[in-house]
């Protein structure tokens, strides 16, 4: 088979151009990775109202090279993103101004806390504080101020039934929303000694369906898809010590005897910290039955009902005592 020289310098171009295109979309993968900044210490109290007129963001990093990881990835960003983080020895602060040319049309439906924000405009950030990219923390916000979270079960999986404590603020102006973030410490997970934790964060921009992120590769929001906060030191994650008591009581009447009898059932709920990675559960007589009030739902078919499982207990450490789903 023979080829005319044209034919050949056409070949010659595309394959040229590709192997050009697979070059610069390598490098901008291996530059997304090596992203990293220094995080800044505030010794100054820090409001959690969603104003950011406190004197301490001056000072911390501004963190603004967004790139497009939905739909076209990095593509430049419609609008603009500014993250600043700092930290003291009892929480880790995020604060965002996220603008928007159509602040009239940011979308935010959801107003119940506890409900998908999917759907709605969010700002989203991970947390990998060990480092080891395979877990970490999920925490989103809407411009109501509802709250989302979850922790990695591994790279991929999250589990939405944790409940962190931690805190939030956001408002609104003709310039697009505000956010503010406190996660405390104590609700995170962490080894002292590590002074770099993996980190990144996520814009979704809900009516022209643009989702824009710090770090980005494959489109994944997981901990392997991460940059790199530095300098986190001193931090106090207090005893590691959670005790949570409770007592069921029993109260029953007899009117054909007019008795009446009353059963108290004190339990006990455990969970120390031994080490950053080493955890301990001790349970006491505990009534597994008790849990959190599930949302009402009409079932007007022959199946069952499914409901998440609310109970602290059996939500600790869910990343290593996870079963695989029957039929895989």
Known sequence: MFFSVKTMLRIFLFCSVLSS?????????????????????????????GQM??????????????????PNQFDQPSEYTQIYVLYDQDALYVGARLWDSQAENITAQILRQGESIQFDDDLGIILD????????????????GVRDDAVFQNTTAMEFNWDGIW??????????????VELPMKTLSFDPDNETWGINFQRHISRIGERIMWVTRNRAMNPSVTGA??????????????IVPSINVNHKKEFQTASKTTVYEPSLDLFYKITPSLNASLTINTDFSATDVDDRQVNLTRFNLFFPEKRDF?????????????GG
């Open 21 to 49: 295109a697979v070059i610069i979309e390598a490098q901008e993968i291996q530059s997304q990775m090596s992203k990293r900044f220094e995080i800044v210490r505030t010794a100054s109290e820090i409001i959690i109202d």
């Open 53 to 70: 007129d406190e004197i301490a963001w001056e000072s911390a990093p501004v963190i603004d090279d967004f790139l497009v990881s939905t």
């Open 129 to 144: 504080p060990f480092n080891n990219q395979r877990s970490g923390y999920f925490f989103a916000i809407n411009p109501n």
């Open 167 to 180: 805190r939030t603020a956001t408002t609104r102006d003709e310039q697009g929303w505000v956010v503010e």
């Open 229 to 242: 906060a530095i300098g986190l030191r001193d931090l106090e994650q207090g005893r590691g010590l959670d």
């Open 314 to 326: 059996f939500l600790r450490d869910t990343d290593i005592f996870q079963f695989g789903r029957i």
